[in-house]
């Protein structure tokens, strides 16, 4: 695949559209959730309104899947609605849910917020993990330095460990400061990232010039 081991400036919408049918073996992405996230700092996230069109992204996500795949989607729980929309359109069947549990809380309204969320969506009939994960995982706080909304590392290996063998093509197709695409590096699986901020695609790469050398350049 052309765009192995990269990280690639641009919609995503557009983006996948040039890669070929068949030719990842997981997806593991982290879109907004929808929901006019704005930090301490007032740093927002693109596309974090209102508008659902950026969800059309999972048809492709489907499309240049594997058969027998899994793509792991976090989602922001208020909009659930239209996040389970999106992904049965596709074709994408929900076979688990995984929450990570905070020791902090990063908001109060109704209760206080602790908790991040992502399904576990099969294409077709995939194989079922040798050592299934918990489904409550510990989180650990990232920091956000580079990115409002970034994930730890830590959080996504047990995933791509879980749901894919070495050599694996993780994507993810919002990648923001390259989380996913680092610890897939680090599984020693090969990455895909496609981000729409050209300041986090350069992170990005920043991050994994370090983590590189441990991602599979020919998956057999
Ligand atoms: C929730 S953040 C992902 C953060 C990432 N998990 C990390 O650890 O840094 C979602 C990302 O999707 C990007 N984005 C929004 N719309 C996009 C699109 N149409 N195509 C590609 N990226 C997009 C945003 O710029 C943002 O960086």
Redesign the pocket.
Known sequence: MEFLNSIIQG???QVLQTFPSLSVDLVVT???YLVNYRDRSGRT???DGGETG?LSAFSDMYRVLKPNSICVSFYGWNRADEFFKAWREAGFRPVAHIVWKKDYTSKAAFVQYRHEQAYVLAKGNPQLPAKPIEDVQPWAYSGNRA?P???AVSILQPIIRSFSRPGAIVLD????????AVAAALCGRSYVG????AD?CAHARTRLAGAAKYAVRKPT
Do not use: A, W
Request: charged residues 30%; aromatic residues 8%; contains cysteine.
């Open positions: 919609d995503c919408r982290d879109p907004p996230v693109k596309n950026i990115h909304t970034e994930k197709p919002f990648s923001g400061s390259g989380s996913t496609v981000e729409l901020e986090y």
